[in-house]
């Protein structure tokens, strides 16, 4: 739970730090490029600190994540980053975060689990928190249908993204899951930036905001993730990573001048209400009897 909050909470940065960029001319591709290349290169080098055998796992089966990573894992990440570009932050992260709805759907189709009411009632309360976020956005009607076109598929591509690597990254440890993921990352949009341009930043501010987004919000997070994920489930993952959100709030509130308004207090009571419950009923629940 701790490792799935703390990775959102850097995540949540994202939004914030991806406009200091788009600022400098640095398109979407060039920033998750620069993103995945220089995560790689940083988990790899913990990896052989750690003492994490690569190339083992590589003959146990991680390069199918290097798949997930380079089909839905950058194409989830690419309509998330081009959304920001045309949408207001918190309009682009509430459609985004519709995902873990989607996510306990597909929990329930794929793996024949059971759906429990306390999880339906915790999405419930995040969705309505995202909503209050968002609602004087939706009615001053500044929403871009281009931003919508980048949005609206990166909540059930990211669905289908968890799930997968909740099934793959058990399997692993998880800087060997972070490595091989990031190398799809980066192979993908390797291939797009040979394709489109690389850019890169003109400032010392510029190349902090990358290096945080590449380190931050990127190695450390990705490794993150391959260690909560496969531990948590597919759903309570999904539940636990909207903190996410609240950060994104908060930074809004805190670093943009953003006012917090009574619907912001209200969604942000919501949401971490949504979080908390969940994580309680995960702490309250009895543990499986060990095997023999």
Not at 18 to 30: K, N
Not at 37 to 60: E, F, K, M, S, T
Not at 138 to 160: S, T, V
Not at 193 to 204: D, E, F, K, Q, Y
């Amino acid at each position: 739970m701790l490792a799935a909050m703390t990775g959102s909470v850097m995540v949540g940065f994202l939004p914030l730090t991806a406009r200091r960029l788009y600022a400098e001319g640095v398109s979407a591709s060039s920033l998750l490029f620069w993103r995945y290349a220089i995560g790689l290169c940083a988990i790899a080098l913990a990896a052989r600190l750690a003492g994490v055998a690569l190339r083992q796992a590589a003959r146990r089966g991680a390069l199918r994540l290097t798949l997930v990573g380079a089909t839905l894992g950058a194409a989830q990440t690419l309509c998330y980053f081009e959304s920001l570009k045309w949408l207001e932050t918190s309009i682009a992260v509430l459609l985004f975060y519709t995902y873990p709805a989607l996510t306990l759907v597909l929990e329930r189709i794929l793996y024949r689990r059971p759906v429990r009411k306390l999880a339906v009632l915790c999405i419930a309360m995040i969705l309505v928190g995202a909503g209050l976020i968002t609602a004087p956005g939706l009615d001053a009607g500044r929403i871009d249908p281009r931003g919508l076109l980048w949005a609206l598929p990166g909540p059930l591509i990211y669905a289908f993204y968890l799930a997968v690597n909740a099934r793959l990254m058990g399997r692993h440890p998880p800087l060997a899951g972070a490595a091989f993921l990031y190398l799809g990352f980066a192979l993908s949009y390797l291939a797009v930036v040979l394709r489109c341009g690389l850019g890169m930043p003109h400032t010392a501010l510029g190349w902090a905001a990358l290096l945080f987004i590449a380190l931050g919000a990127g190695a450390l997070a990705i490794t993150l993730f391959s260690y909560a994920v496969p531990r948590l489930g597919p759903s309570s993952y999904a539940i636990l990573a909207n903190t996410e959100l609240l950060t994104v709030v908060l930074v809004g509130t805190l670093a943009l001048g953003e006012r917090m308004t009574a619907n912001r207090v209200a969604a942000t009571l919501l949401i971490a209400a949504g979080i908390l419950v969940h994580g309680l009923a995960r702490r309250s629940r009895p543990a499986p009897p060990s095997r023999p």
